[in-house]
C-alpha cells in the first residue's frame, strides 16, 4: 500500500538554527498539507498545497516558516531561525484533492528546539 | 470561527465493552466529519466518514453517528480490545479557501485505553 513518506523522523536542533523536513506524498495525491501538532492537541493547518500551487498558508507564520512543491510532487517545509516554541510534530499529509477527500499521512518529523 | 470539542480526559474502558467518544463542533454543521486513529508518535489514519444526510455509519467494529441538530458526532467502539487504545481524532471539514479547496480542522482528540 503507498504511504505518504518524510524524512527525517526526529531533528534536535538549537534556536536560531535552520531545519527542513521533506515529504514525500502518495503518488498521483494532488493536495498536500503541512500540520504541526503540539503534543496534547490536535494537528494544525500550517500549509496546503493543490498541485506546486499554495492555497493556504493563513496559518504559517511567514517571517520564519517556508515551504515549496516545486514540481507539483514532493514538498519541503523549512523553518529559520527556529524558536524553543516550535518544537512540535510536523505531519505531512496528502489527498486526491476531491470535494469530500481522504487525508493520508505520514509517520511525522518530531522536532526538539533546546 | 469552528470550534471542536473533544473529551480532553483519557477513557479507560474494560476490554469487551463499547467505548464511546464524543465530538462537538460550535458553528456551521460541516457537509462531513471524519474520524482519525492516531496512535503515540504517529500520524493520523482515516477511519470513517459521514455525511450530513447520514446518521449513522458502520465499518466492521466502529460506528459513528452525525446529529446536525445537537451539533454532535459519537464514535462507538463495539467489543473493545487493548489494541484500540489509541487517540481518536475528529476532523471537520474547514471554510473553503480563496481558491475554493477545503480544509480541514481537527479537534483535540480523546486517548481511549482498553484494559485487559
Known amino acids: 500500500e503507498a504511504e505518504v513518506a518524510q524524512s527525517p523522523r526526529y531533528k534536535i536542533t538549537e534556536k536560531s538554527q535552520a531545519v527542513a523536513f521533506w515529504c514525500d506524498p502518495i503518488s498521483g495525491h494532488a493536495t498536500l498539507y503541512w500540520y504541526r501538532q503540539i503534543l496534547g492537541q490536535g494537528p494544525e493547518l500550517l500549509v496546503q498545497?493543490?498541485?506546486?500551487?499554495?492555497?493556504?498558508d493563513s496559518q504559517l507564520p511567514k517571517d520564519r516558516f517556508s515551504a515549496e512543491r516545486l514540481k507539483g510532487v514532493d514538498s519541503t517545509l523549512k523553518i529559520q531561525p527556529a524558536e524553543l516554541g516550535d518544537s512540535a510534530m510536523y505531519l505531512c499529509?496528502?489527498?486526491?484533492?476531491?470535494?469530500?477527500?481522504?487525508?493520508?499521512f505520514g509517520p511525522g518529523t518530531r522536532l526538539t528546539v533546546l | 470561527s469552528q470550534k471542536i470539542e473533544q473529551n480532553s480526559e483519557a477513557l479507560n474502558i474494560q476490554e469487551g465493552k463499547t467505548a464511546t467518544l464524543t465530538c462537538n463542533y460550535t458553528?456551521?454543521?460541516?457537509?462531513?466529519l471524519q474520524w482519525y486513529r492516531q496512535d503515540p508518535g504517529r500520524g493520523p489514519v482515516f477511519l470513517l466518514l459521514i455525511r450530513e444526510n447520514e446518521k449513522e455509519k458502520r465499518k466492521e467494529r466502529l460506528k459513528v453517528t452525525f446529529d446536525t441538530t445537537l451539533k454532535q458526532s459519537l464514535f462507538h467502539i463495539t467489543a473493545s480490545q487493548p489494541a484500540d487504545s489509541a487517540t481518536y481524532l475528529c476532523?471537520?471539514?474547514?471554510?473553503?479557501?480563496?481558491?475554493?479547496?477545503?480544509?480541514?480542522?481537527f479537534g483535540t482528540g480523546t486517548r481511549l485505553k482498553v484494559l485487559a
Open positions: 476532523a471537520l471539514e474547514g471554510p473553503r479557501g480563496t481558491s475554493g479547496t477545503y480544509k480541514y480542522i
Open positions: 498545497f493543490q498541485d506546486e500551487s499554495v492555497v493556504d
Open positions: 499529509a496528502s489527498s486526491l484533492g476531491l470535494e469530500i477527500d481522504t487525508q493520508y
Open positions: 458553528n456551521y454543521s460541516p457537509a462531513y
